[in-house]
């Protein structure tokens, strides 16, 4: 279900309203469970067992790895659990369904798609096996104990997520390997759809392992607050990524809806919506003019389409998030923030302290540090970011772009590094970058370097990468206008976006959030800048529905 | 008080759509596709007694005709108006072709080319709303068989949207009208004729040439390879055909220009597609025209479409082929 839908609208009002009339912590987490089900099958049915299952691994490893053995019959109700989500997820023919497609009776239950009777499969071998590997676990000593319940989590999930993300592709690359020594392979690739946020949930599922592994988080007993944590449906598909000790303290009391809450929240929501509608999706057709066939334009138009580019992946991944906090404040929960201005960022370094703050700390928290972090050699420091880097580069999808993107940042986070020391070691360099013209100089070099990162990452083969690289990098002196497509689409609006973004977004860093300001207005005013927005967004909202960019990850 | 704050934006939405309605769409119209509402008005009009040759097709038809110029060419008592509309392939026509039969012309003169004998593109959202909102569909006297025409199911919602839901659609009317306006002023190789314009309704002022031609003739010879590998289209044009000739229609069937660049590209394809407009034509008691060579470069403003010149040249060839008419028509 996307953000922007009505009958996601339909979906909050009603969850607000049952919620604030629930006076138990369990029933209101019953309702918010279901609620976040329905949000995540209402694109596919079937991937809800991926949920389940990693749900359930995750429950019963963070258990296990503290000592808490679940007695036989807790262990046959998650069985039956599994079995029953097995029946109700996989075995009703929900493509069809969902396809809007009329299908007799006894069909819905015979269904055809491809792999079906190896979920199947799968899911009932793990209700039937599960059980009996978790208790024999329990015969091993604690500290293999602890170590063979974090190992299933995490082999689990990454499992999950090289089977659905990466199959393909690396068993791609092995084959054009072999071709390449002489080996003839054609291996099977499958034919199965991305599950949406997969690499999202599965990376916040992991957390609880590791954290109970770590100490950091005491294992809940509760299946349901587990299951409610995993699937928290204002952030279950595209962020942020919440560590347990960051939502399940929320879980501990009732909720009790507050109106300065749902305000304020509804605020920040609508504020990601205008990012994501107004904004990213006005801009999204020229930079789709640009980037689906960009050989011959000229540098003017790769420049063009970079800056565009970076503000729609900002607007559209920075919107979704607005909306996932702004929804959950309405609850009461904050979620932390998740981007900081990062296109204000003075260095590479602080750059990735601001984008996507969920992901670079879970990566330096689960990856960084126990590589070793910046505690070894400077040779080991560069290793462990260059590795933390390529990773969150192949997270982001199963393309060569993304790996040569997330190498790119891994280099530039060693050089800016190394710079620092240099820096550091003149007092005369470090007042310079400390100055005014310092500060913008420095400004100015981050801000190429992460266009130049965009277009790598926006551009979809080698060949495009080669070319929008070349053209950024060395300008070929070409001006005319009507060869940055101004034939095609609607440029113009594309082009008054990016303005409009270039303003507020610099207003906002220098004063305060628009979400902030709106907080700020006396109710007639807040009614008279919602009927404002409401026409606008009537106006602007464009006629194509656009999924978020992040979606695809 | 979230409550107050959706029915205010929703307030502020109604006022928006009704002023969408009122007083925005009627003053700046539905941008590209306004077109095709004009069109609508145009044939309901119609036109008197006389022999009318109407020019249907995509920009190639749109940049390759002046009514006036077919009308001066053509035997006494023809006129010629070019409805051709951008990027309306043969799928379009379908949608479109009832319509003009109803108003009853003498004749429909169809330019194609060979990628035309391939997959036919789908029908854009966009136009298949306008085509609801200009009750296109009442001419039909079948419904559109979508999977025999290869259409989306998008498209053959929108075709058959209530007016409102139409008219919704082109909420972007606003965003859009500014977009053309800046663009009008920026671009100066690029003409706007008006919606209902019927005899010259071309586009293109300047013509592409070198580096620009070589990358424009690569995406062309491209994509008609691409259309050709994925799929049959020749049935829809001899449908098209076959309806015009039972309307007692003269369907006369131009075998398009075709660049002295992409000539020698693949013979064999290009005879085919002459051989079956040929046949086809023959078939409906029509007329054929091969233009594939009437134009040399300094004809086309780019690797497809005619330029001024092109246009006099071809129009010209159109006219002359039109039949005299007979005493009592």
Same mark, same amino acid.
């Not at chain 1, 759809?193 to 599965?202: D, E, M, N, R």
């Not at chain 1, 807040?526 to 409401?534: C, E, K, Q, R, S």
């Not at chain 2, 789908?122 to 419904?143: C, E, I, S, T």
């Given at each position: ?32 469970? +279901? ?91 793990? +209700? ?96 349901? /607050? ?65 980037? @689906? ?44 923030? @998740? ?215 | ?15 928006? +759509? ?259 407009? /040929? ?40 006219? /002359? ?9």
């Amino acid at each position: 279900m996307l953000f922007q839908t009505p009958e996601f609208l339909a979906l909050l009002v009603l969850v607000l309203a049952a919620v604030n009339l629930l006076r138990t912590a369990r029933s209101q987490h019953t309702l918010l469970l +279901a609620a976040s089900y329905v949000f995540y099958g209402w694109w596919d049915v079937r991937f809800l067992m991926l949920i389940l299952l990693s749900t359930v691994i995750d429950y019963a490893a963070a258990l296990g790895i503290r000592g808490i053995k679940l007695g036989w019959a807790k262990r046959v109700r998650i069985s039956g659990l599994i079995v029953a989500g097995t029946l109700v997820f996989l075995c009703i023919d929900w493509p069809t369904l969902q396809d809007g497609a009329f299908a007799l009776r006894g069909e819905l239950l015979a269904p055809e798609w491809t792999g079906f009777r190896r979920a199947v499969s799968v899911c009932l071998g793990f +209700a039937i096996v599960g059980p009996t590997l978790y208790g024999w676990y329990f015969r091993l000593n604690e500290q293999a104990r602890r170590r063979a319940f974090l190992a299933t989590s995490i082999v689990a999930n990454l499992g999950m997520l090289a089977f659905f993300k990466y199959y393909n592709f690396f068993v791609d690359n092995l084959s054009g390997i072999g071709g390449a020594l002489g080996v003839q392979w054609q291996p099977q690739l499958i034919d199965v759809a991305l599950p949406v946020g997969i690499s999202f949930y599965t990376f916040q599922t992991m957390s609880y392992s590791i954290d109970s592994f770590r100490g950091r988080v005491t294992p809940d007993r509760s299946l349901l /607050r587990v299951a409610l944590y995993v699937a928290y449906f204002p952030q279950l598909v595209a962020g942020p990524i919440l560590r347990p000790q960051q939502f399940m303290p929320a879980l501990a009391d009732p909720w009790r809806l507050r109106s300065q809450n749902v305000i304020s929240g509804f605020n920040l929501a609508t504020v990601g919506l205008v990012k994501k509608v107004l904004i990213a999706d006005s801009i999204a057709p020229m930079v789709d003019t640009i980037f @689906n066939d960009p050989h011959g334009l000229p540098s003017m138009a790769i420049m063009l389409g970079a800056a565009l580019f970076a503000v729609q992946i900002y607007c559209d991944f920075s919107g979704y998030t607005d909306i996932a906090r702004g929804v959950s404040r309405m609850f009461g929960v904050e979620i932390p923030i @998740n981007f900081n201005f990062p296109y204000f960022s003075t260095s590479i370094i602080e750059f990735w302290r601001r984008w996507h703050i969920s992901l670079s700390t879970w990566l330096r928290d689960y990856l960084y540090i126990p590589l070793g972090g910046n505690r070894g050699s400077i040779a080991a420091t560069y290793f462990n970011l260059m590795a933390t880097m390529v990773f969150g580069g192949l997270w982001h999808g199963a393309a060569w772009n993304f790996v040569i993107w997330g190498t790119y940042q891994g280099v530039l986070l060693c050089l800016n590094r190394a710079l620092r020391v240099v820096i550091e070691r003149s007092p005369a360099l470090a007042r310079f970058c400390g100055s005014r013209v310092g500060t913008v100089l420095r400004w100015a070099i981050t801000a190429y370097l992460w266009l130049l990162g965009w277009l790598i990452f926006r551009a979809t083969s080698f060949d495009d990468v080669r070319y929008c690289m070349k053209k950024f990098i060395l300008f070929d002196g070409r001006l005319e206008l009507a060869s940055l497509g101004l034939g095609r689409g609607t440029p113009i609006i594309a082009l008054l976006a990016l303005a409009a973004f270039c303003v507020l977004h610099t207003a906002s860093f220098f004063s305060r959030r628009w979400n902030e300001r709106l907080d700020m207005l006396p109710l007639a005013m807040l009614l008279l800048a919602y009927a404002l927005l409401g026409l606008l967004l009537f106006f602007g909202w464009p006629a194509a529905e656009q999924p978020f960019i992040y979606f695809q990850f | 008080m979230a409550l107050l704050l959706i029915v205010a934006a929703f307030a502020g939405a109604a006022v928006g +759509a009704i002023a969408l309605r009122a007083w925005i769409v009627p003053t700046i119209g539905l941008g590209g596709v306004q077109r095709i509402i004009e069109l609508g008005r145009i044939l309901d009009d119609g036109w008197d007694d006389e022999h009318m040759g109407i020019v249907l097709g995509n920009s190639v038809s749109v940049e390759g005709y002046d009514a006036s110029i077919i009308e001066v060419a053509a035997p006494p008592g023809w006129r010629a108006m070019n409805m051709a509309i951008n990027g309306c392939d043969v799928m379009e026509l379908h949608v479109l072709l009832p319509r003009v039969l109803e108003a009853q012309p003498s004749a429909i003169i169809l330019t194609l080319r060979a990628v035309d004998l391939g997959l036919p593109p789908d029908l854009p959202v966009d136009k298949a709303y306008a085509y609801a909102l200009g009750n296109f569909l009442d001419a039909h006297r079948k419904p559109i068989d979508r999977r025999a025409l290869g259409m989306n199911r998008d498209s053959y919602n929108a075709l058959h949207a209530h007016h409102a839901k139409a008219m919704l659609h082109f909420r972007t009317a606003v965003a859009r009208w500014v977009n053309d306006q800046v663009r009008g002023w920026i671009r100066h190789d690029m003409r706007e004729p008006d919606s209902a314009e019927i005899i010259a309704p071309y586009n293109l002022l300047a013509s592409i040439r070198g580096q620009r031609l070589v990358r424009h003739l690569n995406t062309i010879a491209e994509m008609q390879d691409e259309r050709l590998a994925a799929g049959d289209g020749a049935r829809l044009i001899e449908r098209l055909v076959e309806q015009i000739a039972d309307a007692g229609v003269i369907p006369i069937l131009v075998a398009a220009p075709q660049h002295p660049r992409l000539r020698d590209r693949d013979p064999e394809r290009d005879e085919h597609c002459r051989t079956f407009l /040929r046949v086809l034509a023959a078939q409906h008691n029509g007329e054929f025209i091969d233009a594939t060579e009437a134009l040399d470069e300094d004809g086309f403003a780019d690797a497809i479409h005619p330029n001024e010149s092109g246009r006099r040249i071809l129009s010209m060839l159109v006219g /002359r082929h039109l039949p005299p008419r007979q005493r009592g028509d």
